[in-house]
């Protein structure tokens, strides 16, 4: 089905979006923003190469033993996955530019390919090494990772089938979406309107916590289950053939699922009505972290404002993938609006400051979510972030990444499930995308300034722009949002009120807790081995920076080669 919107609609998306940055003071001259420098390098080759380099250091040694990462935990390992297979849909895209000459990077074919056959070899080595087991049994949210992950791979499967004719994958599609399916059904039927009037409870053996993260996945695994999964009849319930000799647990069979299933829709839209209408925003625009539900109550009346990067952008690729399955352009206008308002909490449209210094002042101070236009976390500064929090910027801009793809403008893939857009509809999304690149990239830019000698990126990515690597840490940290708290780097909270689960709220569930980073003690002690770059400290360089990296160089390359 083809949808033809007029000017007039076209318009109101603009203005609904170029709204929020006028209110950001007007753009002013690169003049005005020495730290907006483009670089060397702005054509596609080097985001290409980029892409290859960072993606290259996180699938090798020490972080990738051949088979997984044995550094990181089970969810980050389902993303960082999925990172691998969206890479792959890169390099396939890069084929079929034709030697990438229209993209401006020249890639040899025969080389893109054997690139492909080597990480497409990782991403199947995993999935015969995934501890599905604890990942089965954990929160709501860990669970939801790996339907993502494993439907990322059945669309770069297909991809390169239609372009190269290639059986790669093809004898692998059907166990991945046994391994979605799977997952899914973990949250299939978790909605739930005794509390809060719907969403999807966090951590089922934790007090009912209705976080943003959960339902943001469930919106973006729902309509992406909707769109790709290719359908199961496989009723064998176990995620792993050990699970009843390590758990001692029978499960009834797996109810068959087709492809684009109504219910999977349905659940998607659900859930993201329910999101709209339930405060989930801070009067700067950014997602919350999620609700507590007080003693007695069953209104959603304690928010959490803590903000993380990863809350902003999880719902973005839900939002894109709403529009190609119900032609509703609504659903991109808030993209662009959720878009506009994370770049601006970076301080990218701070102008010049009021004293007329070069540098600017202002630009330097915290605008929400970073400064000088880099994204941050609260915990980058201090380098006090978990092992969670360290890859949350590279999930953002993987999600913005797939909300950028381009908007289909032909007979639609598959005929009564997805729409195709009109060419000005198409042309306006891209140019809205093209917009977000110079912030995009000056972002990648700034996480690739802090590899080290081994081509390992850093957590803050911000770190240079302040005091090149060497100012204490302490001097940049900022106070958290009053009445937020950060349970994904102070996780002995779990343990108190109101996280702990006491009294009549309580319920049964899935065993299992949130894996966690370093904390306490150990955090300490690894601070005070590592004093001069304030990326060595804390946990310092991990896979999971790496990964973060990967992610956001994904988005330089693919965001700069939309037509």
Request: net charge negative; with cysteine; hydrophobic share 35%.
């Amino acid at each position: 089905m083809v949808l033809k919107y007029d000017f007039a609609i076209l318009s109101a998306l603009v203005e609904a979006t170029v709204a929020i940055t006028a209110n950001a003071g007007t753009l002013s001259t690169a003049d005005s923003h020495p730290w907006r420098a483009a670089g060397p390098h702005d054509n596609s080759s080097y985001w290409f190469d980029e892409l290859k380099n960072t993606l290259d250091v996180m699938q090798s040694e020490p972080f990738w033993n051949g088979t997984y990462w044995p550094d990181t935990i089970q969810w980050i390992g389902a993303f960082l996955n999925t990172l691998v297979a969206a890479s792959e849909r890169s390099f396939a895209s890069a084929l079929e530019a034709g030697d990438g000459a229209s993209s401006g990077a020249h890639i040899p074919p025969g080389s893109n390919q054997a690139e492909i056959a080597k990480y497409y070899s990782d991403v199947r080595a995993y999935f015969d090494t995934e501890d599905v087991i604890q990942i089965f049994d954990a929160a709501y949210d860990d669970a939801q990772w790996v339907v993502l992950e494993w439907l990322e791979a059945i669309r770069f499967i297909y991809q390169h089938d239609d372009y190269a004719s290639s059986a790669q994958g093809k004898a692998d599609i059907a166990r991945f979406a046994h391994r979605a399916h799977i997952f899914y059904n973990i949250v299939q039927d978790q909605f739930n309107t005794s509390l809060c009037e719907g969403g999807i409870t966090w951590n089922p053996t934790l007090a009912p916590y209705k976080n943003a993260i959960t339902n943001e996945l469930f919106l973006s695994s729902s309509i992406a289950m909707y769109l790709y999964y290719p359908g199961d009849n496989d009723t064998d319930p176990y995620p792993s053939p050990a699970y009843t000799n390590a758990t001692n647990t029978t499960l009834p069979a797996l109810p068959p699922l087709a492809a684009h299933d109504p219910v999977l829709l349905d659940n998607a839209i659900r859930e993201y009505s329910w999101f709209q209408h339930h405060n989930f925003t801070n009067d700067q625009g950014l997602v919350v972290d999620g609700f507590h539900v007080s003693e007695g109550q069953t209104t959603c009346d304690e928010r959490n404002e803590m903000v993380y990067t990863y809350n902003q952008g999880v719902l973005l690729s839900g939002l894109r993938q709403l529009w190609e399955a119900t032609g509703d352009i609504q659903y991109l206008i808030d993209g662009y609006a959720f878009v506009e308002t994370v770049i601006n909490a970076t301080g990218w449209y701070t102008g010049p400051s009021p004293s007329g210094e070069e540098e600017g002042e202002e630009a330097g101070q915290w605008a929400g979510l970073g400064r000088k236009g880099i994204m941050e976390d609260y915990c980058d500064a201090p380098a006090n972030c978990s092992q969670d929090n360290q890859i949350f910027k590279g999930i953002y801009f993987h999600h913005l990444d797939l909300f950028c793809e381009a908007l289909p403008t032909r007979t639609p893939l598959i005929e009564g499930v997805t729409f195709t857009a009109s060419p000005d509809l198409a042309a306006e999304h891209a140019g809205k995308c093209r917009g977000y690149l110079p912030w995009i990239r000056h972002n990648a830019r700034a996480a690739l300034a802090t590899r080290n000698d081994a081509g390992v990126v850093g957590g803050w990515w911000g770190a240079g722009f302040v005091g090149k690597s060497q100012q204490a840490w302490p001097a940049y940290a900022v106070p958290k949002p009053e009445g937020s708290i950060d349970e994904k780097n102070e996780e002995w909270v779990l343990g108190e009120a109101p996280w702990k689960c006491h009294g009549w709220h309580c319920q049964a569930g899935r065993q299992g807790r949130r894996a966690g980073g370093l904390v306490g003690g150990n955090l300490m002690r690894a601070r005070s081995h590592r004093k001069r770059d304030v990326n060595d400290q804390g946990r310092g360089r991990t896979v999971e920076t790496q990964g973060s990296g990967v992610g956001v160089v994904k988005a330089a390359y693919n965001v700069g080669r939309i037509d």
